[in-house]
Every structure is written in C-alpha cells, then in structure tokens.
C-alpha cells in the first residue's frame, strides 16, 4: 500500500455545457468548476494543458502552416492527377496519411485531411512530435518532462490505443504500484460528439461508460493507495453546427490566386491567410469584411487570447466564424459534420470542465493551462509522501528483501 495516487482523466470534448445539467461522477468527484479553453483546436489545447502555457510560448496551435521551403509534402505533388473521386475519399486519405506519418517519422497525431495535392507543397506540419511524451512540445517543456526530472514514476496513455486498452493498462501500473502518477486521455467523445451533435441521446450512454471506467479506477487504486486524488477534466466543449458556410467558393471567386498571390488554410472554424502582394491582401480582406458569419481577429484580441505570433508563423491574418458556422468544404473535411470546437473561447459551448474528489480548487485555477499547476502540484506531492511511506515501510521489513517501487523512476508507458 501506497500514501497517495493522483489520478487525471482527461475527456476530450467533455465540456461544462455537456455536463452541467447532468449528474455525471457526481458520487466521485463532486467538486466541479467551468474552465476558459483555449483559442484553437485539440492541437492547441492539449499541449496547452500538458505545458501550463499557452499557444504564443510553446507554439502547438494548428497543424497546417504555409511553409513552401520546410514543406515535407513535396513528393505528394504527383497525386494532383489522380481523379478526385480518389483522392476525397476519406479512406484514402487516412491510408495515406498512416503511409506518410511514417514515412516522415511524425510521432503525434497525424492526418492529411483535405488538403489539395496540388497545393500541398506550400505546407508544413507543425505537430511533428507527440505532446503526450516528454520532449513533445515545440518549444519548452511539459509535464512529462517534469516528471522524468524528477524521477517521478507515472502512467500515460497511448493514443494509438483503444480507450479500454488504455484502462486496462493503468489498472495494471495502479495494482503494481508502480506509479506516483496518472494521466489518461479518452478521445471518443469528441469523435461521437462531432458525428450526432451535443443533445443527441447517444450522449448519456457514453458518459455512463466513462463513469464506470472512473469508478473501476478509484476502486482499484482505493486497495493499493490510502488517498486518491481524483481529477476528470475536458479541453473544450462542442457546439452544434447550424449553419454551413462555403467560404472557399467565395474567396476563390475572387482575381487573386492561391499560390501566386496569396497561400491559405482553411480549417473548419478559421480561415488563416498569408498574402504575396497588396493587391490580393486588400481583396480578400474586402471580401471578408463581407462575409456576416465571420470576423476578422485584430493582433490585440489574438494577444489577449494569448494565440498572437509576431512572425505571422500561423498567418497573416485569422478570420474566425460565429458558434455554431462551419466552413465546408475546407481543408480539414469536404462534407459537413453535426458538430464542431474551435470556436471564440467566450463563445458558449467553448468551455472546458473541471470535476475534482478535492474540497478546493484553487482560485488561480480558471483556465485549461492551469490543470498543469494541478498535475505538478500533486506529483510532488505523491513523490514526498510515496518515498516517505516507503522508507518507513522498508524500515519495517528490513532484512525481509522485499523492495517497494518508489524508487522505479522509468516512465511505464509511452
Ligand atoms: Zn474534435
């Protein structure tokens, strides 16, 4: 038996507005808090929660940059002939984006969504090693590095892994005893979330498997550990798409040409732009300025939401659309989904969840970054108190040979 487990579940898309009004956990973690996301995609706001920073210091913020010089696609240039009735079809291009994840040796999440083969060598990736390992973040250091500074042992979840492996993974290290620490991460919510919207019925049974797994895993670390410190939280929430908005079409209507005047990325929230010439710059803002789905974000607002980047390495200029708007086609999908993330954090259904065993939640914890001040918070804490039940339990077998596993200080699972 150990002192203390801290135990964070993380639930991709498992916003305040999901599970306000329901009594979801309410018996394992009843502390709940509404937490602020953070502006982007999952690609911006998980390495924010595994960093504690935001997107303008560690630089995780959308996957697709215009970057013709660093641009690993080049080779993919040839697929522009081949007939589009292949190349959209999304089997395709998962295929071929497993084939090329591979191939360039990416370790995060990987996926060439609908980016068109003719355009594809102006882009770069930016999300070429996984955040959820240490070493994972563009620019500086995130919890799991941390952790191996510190020789704290922990669990973290593969995501090439099934949720279920995941949990039958960390059942194991918590029966072993052999972590001070655990993190797992469960995408499918956000996946079902995106297909049948935020008020569908296939909701609740989802969020009852993941009640139970909770529970499994509190019971579990009840036997090996006296205290588990119990934290469930989400990135963002999910808001409904009402309103498809062919923002492309539009914009290449225009006289300025993709490529030669101008380079864009179309996600499903945002359009980022980079231009080559004044011209097809004050075109397309003339254009945008048009467009009542949407707006223009100015550097002051992008530096309040701590996603402004002095080198325009994202783009030049960010035109974001209302809750609820999705542009389709973009690059990211050519049909239209129920639902969507990505949207302004103070937009309604933006908000992310904090539930929590804990009585108190720190004051300066408002925001999904903070969650990291929580993690280290109680690593170092699980680590003091861990070695100091340890040291008193080997006192009181000396000369028995039994080892404890405090001191096994190698990440178990990466
Ligand atoms: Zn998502």
Known sequence: MKAVLPLFVFIDACGWEIIKDRPFARDLVPNRKRLESVFGYSSACVPSILSGRWPEMHRNWCYFVYDPKNSPFRPLRALRWLPRAVTSRRRFRRWLSRFVQVRLNFRGYFDLYNIPFKHISLFDFTEKKNPLSPGGMNHGPNVFDFLEIRGIPYHVSVPTRSEKENLTAILTDIRAERIDFGLIYWPELDGLLHRVGNE?????????????????IKDTACKHYEEVRLYVFSDHGMANCDELLDLKVQIEGLNARMGRDYAVVFDSTMARFWFFNEVAHDEIVACLEQVPQGRI???EELKKLRAFFPDRYFGELIFLVNEGVLIVPSHMGERPIRAMHGYHPAAKHSYAALLTNQEEIPTDVIAIPDVFKLMIRDAELAKERNEGSSAWLEAGREGSGAKTSANHSQPVHL
């Open 200 to 216: 569908s019925p296939d909701i609740q049974p989802k969020l009852h498997q993941y009640e139970q797994w909770i529970q499994q």
């Open 297 to 299: 974000l100015a550097d």
